[in-house]
């Protein structure tokens, strides 16, 4: 436990060392700050991943995002948001197999991985070419001019395409790497053209060498015997909203503790599943925060969860300044030391 605090406090330092990097666009503000509040918290490492994902989808607004894990001699997708079905399954591993269905191997016996993600993982890049990066990841803003334009030597070896037949033309493969050695991939996918920028790519490889460190964390701390089911787990609740107080995405964690119904497009209001109620509290900072346009920061006790509980709001704009979505990132804090009010 003692080296994963250690590690932990490296995992800040290398999200925020660079701030000219991060200050470049408020997503990766936002994606920073939740990114340390996970590191820090007491979640497993199953509930981390699906925490990442949710977020960065959350806040990016891309449709389609996932990590792989290697299991076994393989790397399958250990959780995907935005994906169809068929396609997670046509692309789900990654081992080239012979007609016999046995896995081919190379010249040193370790199995050919396959496609764009197999290169990442193995490390087969050329930062020559503009589509790799010096830090071994993978993005195109068209994968369609992409492939029209680059050879499969270019492309170190034989590609699958379903990203691109599936119709995603930005994608982005970012390596998960821990002390030099990748433990997994975070892809980034969405069908309009030109959403990565270089500064984005850069900070996305910052959040990935920090999510591996902090994956190889929490696996030792899940072995740990009992501490899977340990009663001090902060289970975080995350919840996004629109202008009229509805809840249109959450993560598991919250749809289990609000007890929200399907988010299927119906008038789910915010403070009837957080407050009881069915009016906005009248000092509800959230609201506030749309007109300051700035995130907040507020603690309270909360009497229809029965629980003392601190969120984060923060309020998302388009290019064109549109309020998009405001998200809440709720923590319970009530066997903390704090003093704190009733919202009214």
């Not at 040193?108 to 993600?117: A, I, Q, T, V």
């Not at 930005?170 to 996918?189: M, T, Y």
Request: charged share 25%.
């Amino acid at each position: 436990m003692k080296h994963s605090n250690k590690s932990k406090d490296k995992l800040i330092h290398e999200i925020t060392e660079n701030h000219s990097v991060l200050a470049q666009t408020e997503q990766c503000q936002i994606l920073a700050t939740y990114i340390i509040e996970l590191i820090n918290k007491q979640s497993n490492r199953d509930d981390f991943i699906r925490d990442i994902l949710f977020f960065i989808k959350v806040v990016t607004g891309l449709e389609a995002v996932g990590i792989r894990l290697q299991e076994g001699e393989d790397f399958p997708y250990f959780e995907t948001i935005g994906f169809s079905n068929n396609f997670v399954k046509a692309e789900n591993y990654l081992c080239a197999r012979d007609h016999a269905g046995d896995l081919i191997r190379d010249d040193k016996g370790n199995p050919c991985l396959e496609c764009m993600c197999g290169n990442i993982i193995c490390g087969r890049t050329d930062p020559s070419l503009p589509f790799f990066t010096e830090a071994g990841s993978f993005w195109t803003n068209s994968t369609t001019a992409l492939l029209a334009s680059t050879t499969k030597e270019d492309r170190q070896g034989r590609t699958r395409n379903r990203c691109n037949k599936a119709g995603y033309e930005s994608v982005a493969l970012i390596p998960l790497r821990c002390d030099e050695k990748i433990i997994g991939l975070l892809q980034l996918n969405d069908r309009s053209k030109n959403i990565f920028t270089e500064t984005l790519i850069v900070f996305f490889e910052r959040i990935g060498s920090s999510i591996a460190t902090a994956l190889e964390c929490k696996q030792k701390e899940d072995n740990i015997p009992g501490r899977k089911n340990a009663n001090n787990i902060d289970e975080t609740i995350i919840t996004v909203h629109d202008a009229h107080f509805n809840i249109i995405s959450a993560n598991e964690t919250a749809k289990k503790i609000l007890g929200l119904p399907p988010l299927d497009g119906a008038d789910i209001k915010c403070y009837k599943y957080y407050h009881g109620r069915d009016y906005p509290p009248k000092k509800c900072p959230s609201c506030k925060c749309l007109l300051s346009r700035e995130p907040v920061f507020f603690e309270f006790f909360e009497p229809h969860l029965n629980k003392r509980i601190e969120i984060r709001a923060f309020p998302y704009f388009d290019e064109n300044d549109k309020f998009i979505r405001l998200i809440h990132f709720v923590r319970d804090i009530t066997n903390e030391n704090v003093l704190s009010n009733k919202l009214r």
